[in-house]
Each structure stands twice: as C-alpha cells, then as structure tokens.
C-alpha cells in the first residue's frame, strides 16, 4: 500500500490513495505511529477514496514530531571493489522535521548560496520501537519507504564539520508518498536510484551497491538510540552530485529537480528564488 499525507491544521492526517486520484482518510499522523500494524489492517480494509487528491494540501506521511538523520553517503566502489577496505562505521547527520516538503513544493535557493545541489536517497521509516537490535530484526521493523531528495545548501553545510545548518534549509527534504516494506522487498537486492534535473538524468545509482544495508544502519543507530515508529533514516546518495562535478553545477530558480526509486517512486520539486519574510 501507499500512503500520502495532507495539512489538517497543526496536524498531519495519513490517507491512503487509489488508482482513480482519490483518496481516503485513515487517520491522524500520531494514531497512525502509536499502533502501525492496525493502522495497516484498518487501511486495507479501505475499497475506495473519498476526496480527491489534488484538493489536499499534501505533507509528507510521517509523524511531525519524528527524528530524521541522514547517512554520510554511499561509496559503491568499496562494494565493487578498488575502495576503502574498511569503511567504518555509518556517519550520519541530523535532519529536521520541519524542511520535509512532499513533491510539487517550491523549494527556495538560500541567501548565499549559488544554488543547491541534488542527492536522490532511499527514506526508511520506521514501524516499530528498536532498541539494541540486529540487523535481521531492524529491517523487519521497517513500516515502509519514500524517495527522499537531499537537497544540499553546499556552502553553509562546509561552514562546519557537523553539515547541519547546510541539510536543513527551508523546503529542502522533498519525500514521496510511503510505500509499505512488503511491496518493497529488501533494497539491499536492488533498487534503481534516478535523480533529474529538467528531464536529464543526473544521478543514476542502485541500493545494491550500498556498503551499509538498510537493516545494519538501522542496528547501528539502536546501540545508542531506541528508534521510534515514523522516525526517517535516509541511506546516503550514489555518485553524480552537483558540487563534485567539474565546474560544479548547482539548481537555480527555474529549475525542476526529480528523484525517483524503483517500487518505491518520484517526488518532484520546482525551484525558485529565496524571498525575504
């Protein structure tokens, strides 16, 4: 199944959408992540929509109170071979729930950038408490999964080796609809990664070659921090991004930047010109 979800006030209600642009209501965000497993039965039980789709104002399908990281990023050569032999362990980074946007959202360049760079990720979300768990039982404990694009203001996040103020800019993390971890599979079989900008295909990656699997980072984080229902942990980009490339080219206003995830789906973001508030 997949799910969206839209503005209802200060909260964030969970639907589920069919083939014919409606969809139903299930419930509010915070029900949804209190007891996933009957959030799911109540959903399938649902036969068809109510309210089309296009009247909502649409936010991503998490909890709004949720904790998000990001993982450093992907080196698939250390997989093929010629890499690092020894990778270390999963750096990873703190994201904001406040600069998640779902697709069609105008997301605004930064004062003082020259642009922001694209990084097309696969978003795990979380469906049950993991506490000290392996990596078997933490991808078990996966709800479901979004295309994520990390959209990355380059020089604020060089302005400290913690990259936080540079991962957080207002609009920044576009997210797909979630699509439930049954009709996923394990990303570690391979899923194609795809990010474009105006149509031409930038990024072009597969989750096979990720040296971190899904469940090991989500092992990883639960040594030290019991990871709750609707939190989003993001597992790093393939190479193509924007500030590596020679000159580095970054997305300005007018620009149209898409990520898309094999069985898993697209999110697109126009963007446009920062405006004072």
Known sequence: M??????????????????????????????????????????????????????????PAVRPSARGAVRRTELPAARRGGGPSDPGVSRLFGRWTPSLVAGDIPVPVPYGEPGLDWEVELAVVVGRPLHRVDAAAALGGVFGYAAFNDLSAREHQMHSRLWTLGKNADRSGPNSPIVTADEVGDPADGLRLVSRVNGE?????????????????????????TLAPGDVICTGTPAGVGFKRTPPRYLGPGDVVEVEIERVGLVGNPIVESVSV
């Open 2 to 59: 997949k799910f969206v979800g839209r503005a209802h006030g200060p909260h964030t209600i969970i639907c589920r959408p069919f083939d014919d642009d409606l969809v139903a209501d299930v419930a509010e965000a915070t029900e949804v992540y209190a007891d996933v497993a009957e959030f799911i039965s109540a959903a399938a039980g649902l036969a068809a929509g109510t309210r089309s789709r296009a009247e909502n104002a649409e936010v």
């Open 201 to 225: 295909v930038v990024q072009d990656g597969n989750t096979g070659d990720m040296i971190f699997p899904v469940g090991d980072i989500l092992a990883y984080v639960s040594e030290v921090l």
